[in-house]
């Protein structure tokens, strides 16, 4: 059945300047049919890609995942340290004992703070390396090479 003239200009929306338009019409069913066909594919592949994962695994690890190796768990590994920082002591142990060293000062006799002023300090580097090298040890005299036989 064909629809009218006033039927379908019913349909338009003349807006201030003249500009025609057509209101909106959502078609509900096909929005959700979409939404669910598209969640059901989603859904489909999960349960896919988790089985090619379950026997890619059984493939690769037949005897189960390999044990845990003997280095884990101990604090340096290589040059790598293996403990998060916030179970890690070690720097704030090193930096409290450096500065309870500096604290107690250094002297002749135990427990004696003697700190040397700058100007003390100064001196004995520039002393320390102006100081002259140490002698070489002395080298052992060459063993006399044998007399060729005739």
């Known amino acids: 059945m064909k629809k009218t003239q006033v039927e379908e200009e019913s349909r338009v929306i ?5 500009v025609a338009a057509e209101e909106d019409h959502i078609v509900m069913s096909k929005l959700l049919g979409i939404g669910f066909g598209s969640l059901a594919i989603f859904a489909v592949g999960i349960v896919w890609a988790y ?3 379950v ?3 059984k493939e690769a690890q037949p005897d189960g995942p390999p044990p845990r190796p003997a280095a884990m768990g101990q604090y340096e590994v290589g040059i790598v340290n293996q403990r998060l920082f916030e179970q890690d002591w070690h ?3 090193k930096i409290g004992g450096q ?4 604290e107690a000062g250094w002297g002749d006799q135990p427990g004696v703070k003697a700190h040397p002023n ?3 300090a100064k001196k004995s580097v520039i002393a320390k390396q102006n100081a002259p090298a140490p002698a070489p040890a002395p080298q052992p005299p060459p063993e006399p090479t044998p007399a060729p036989r005739q």
């Open 14 to 18: 003349v807006g201030a300047h003249g």
């Open 51 to 53: 089985a090619i994962q």
């Open 55 to 57: 026997r890619t695994m």
């Open 91 to 93: 720097a704030e142990e």
């Open 99 to 102: 500065l309870q060293t500096l």
């Open 118 to 120: 700058l100007e003390e």
